[in-house]
């Protein structure tokens, strides 16, 4: 509970950094189920004076926040981006993991695991996550540059 009490933590910290507009779209019990569960020990300070990107925001709380960005505050147009990122993270997926299992060959118990493949196949989706991850930041990050 810790780990999503901090991640809660932070996305109040988020939230109450919107412009009073977008805040007040968020109804009032999701505010106060965030504020009654996050870690009230957890301190994690946002600074106006630093551009949104580089703070060190974690990948939950941004998920987290674009959830509530996307329910709440998005207008038609804003929730078409959020979708073409989900989209195109899907498809990113598929293309990079997906595979035919009734045409491609089955390895045999006794094939040799190569350890640089999985290493590559793990960058992969580290690369891809990050991509995405970026894709979502950059979203959030204008809706912070609106102020």
């Not at 600074?47 to 509530?68: K, M, R």
Request: charged share 35%; glycine share 2%.
């Amino acid at each position: 509970m810790t780990r999503l009490g901090d991640r809660l933590a932070e996305l109040d910290v988020l939230l109450n950094n919107l412009d009073n507009e977008s805040w007040g779209k968020i109804p009032s019990d999701v505010l106060e189920k965030i504020k009654e569960n996050k870690n009230v020990n957890y301190k994690w300070d946002y600074d106006d004076g630093v551009a949104f990107e580089d703070h060190n925001i974690n990948n939950d709380t941004l998920i987290l926040f674009l959830l509530i960005v996307y329910k709440y505050i998005a207008n038609d147009e804003e929730k078409e981006e959020i979708d073409d990122i989900l989209k195109s993270n899907s498809i990113e997926y598929d293309k990079t993991y997906s595979a035919d299992i009734f045409t491609s060959e089955m390895p045999s118990q006794d094939a040799e695991i190569h350890e640089s493949d999985e290493k590559e196949e793990d960058n992969k989706l580290i690369e891809q996550k990050d991509t995405f991850l970026l894709k979502i930041k950059h979203f959030i990050m204008k809706l912070f540059n609106k102020n």
